[in-house]
């Protein structure tokens, strides 16, 4: 369920990219919000001055797939758990139970789980503009 990915892999970035590696507010630059493609981009060299750059170092990235994801906290932290429904035809369904085998567990303080909300918020409504209103 994970692979490997090396590499380095830079991206200039602007005020919410360098909030969500804690940047302090002085070195954060506006522009557009660097979403996951930016991974994939590198920056231009010699950025313009007053623009924060952030270095991307995929040597130890894993790759996990996930259809459910659950969100529980505490005053000090917020937990995003990741895993897959084990359910795949109608007939498995037994005694209205849905296995979900958990996978991945992400910890994040309540200011950092802000940010990434703010930044799904916006990677989906860029996507939504794109490919169109997601029902749920």
Do not use: H
């Not at 380095?8 to 602007?14: F, I, S, V």
């Not at 002085?26 to 930016?38: H, I, M």
């Not at 529980?72 to 084990?86: A, D, Y």
């Not at 996507?127 to 209103?133: A, L, S």
């Amino acid at each position: 369920m994970a692979r490997s990915s090396k590499g380095k892999t830079e991206a200039a970035t602007d005020n919410a990219a360098a909030q969500a590696a804690g940047a302090p507010a002085n070195e954060q630059a506006s522009a557009r919000a660097a979403a996951p493609a930016g991974l994939q981009s590198t920056a231009q060299p010699g950025a313009a001055p007053g623009k924060t750059q952030l270095k991307w170092d995929d040597a130890q990235m894993r790759t996990a797939y996930a259809n459910v994801c659950n969100v529980f906290g505490s005053r000090e932290e917020i937990t995003l758990l990741f895993g897959t429904n084990q359910v795949w035809q109608p007939g498995e369904l037994q005694a209205g139970e849905v296995r979900v085998a958990l996978g991945e567990r992400i910890v994040l303080t309540p200011y950092t789980a802000k940010r990434l909300a703010l930044m799904l918020e916006k990677g989906l409504a860029e996507y939504e503009k794109r490919f169109g209103k997601i029902e749920l």
